[in-house]
Nanobody, 126 residues
Framework: QVQLGESGGGSVQAGGSLRLSCAAS????????MAWFRQAPGKGREVVAT?????????YYTDSVKGRFTISRDNAKNTLYLQMNSLKPEDTAVYFC??????????????????WGQGTQVTVSS
């Protein structure tokens, strides 16, 4: 099994920045891909960004965060990051770290990820 734990959420004004971290533990050697998802009140969980943990292929970003968010990983520390700049009120959500050992062409679907963190709240005020 793999355990994930997020940190770094909080409240910030529009235009500000936050950096989320996700520490992975357990059988991390089985992982192939990790991702950040978010869920706003009354909405479904949506993918924000994904990154391979086994190669250096180009990360994926949903259109609304391109140019503002950066996903990265430190395999030596078993940690995933999400640097969020130029935050907007519409970025307000609970952010979840997710990981999978599955091999897929794309990683947009929550069902591809069996391992999830508990989530961290990000609130952006205007």
């Amino acid at each position: 099994q793999v355990q994930l734990g997020e940190s770094g959420g909080g409240s910030v004004q529009a235009g500000g920045s936050l950096r989320l971290s996700c520490a992975a533990s357990g059988r991390t050697f089985i992982l192939r891909h990790m991702a950040w998802f978010r869920q706003a009140p009354g909405k479904g969980r949506e993918v924000v960004a994904t990154i391979s943990t086994i190669d250096y292929s180009t990360p994926y970003y949903t259109d609304s965060v391109k140019g503002r968010f950066t996903i990265s990983r430190d395999n030596a520390k078993n940690t995933l990051y999400l640097q969020m700049n130029s935050l907007k009120p519409e970025d307000t959500a609970v952010y979840f770290c997710a990981a999978t050992s599955y091999d897929s062409r794309t990683y947009y679907d929550t069902e591809l990820f069996p391992y999830w963190g508990q989530g961290t709240q990000v609130t952006v005020s205007s």
